[in-house]
């Protein structure tokens, strides 16, 4: 299995907001799969990118090793 990430960092000026921002935590995980995959599945079904939810349970066990 290949896996590309990318990851953004802002360096722009300081930005006032009223949003309360935190770092990703383990138990933000079931939120976020079903996020992604409510959005992104009809796309990876109609490009033929399998598996369709590409979050799905089954990364569960291996994603302390993937990097």
Not at 18 to 29: G, I, K, P, S, V
């Amino acid at each position: 299995m290949k896996i590309i990430a990318y990851t953004m960092q802002y360096e722009g000026p300081k930005v006032s907001s009223a949003l309360m921002l935190r770092n990703y935590e383990d138990r933000d995980f079931a939120c976020c799969r079903q996020i992604y995959n409510a959005y992104f599945a009809g796309m990876r079904k109609a490009l033929g990118l399998m598996p369709v939810e590409c979050c799905g349970f089954y990364l569960l066990p291996v994603r302390d090793r993937i990097k």
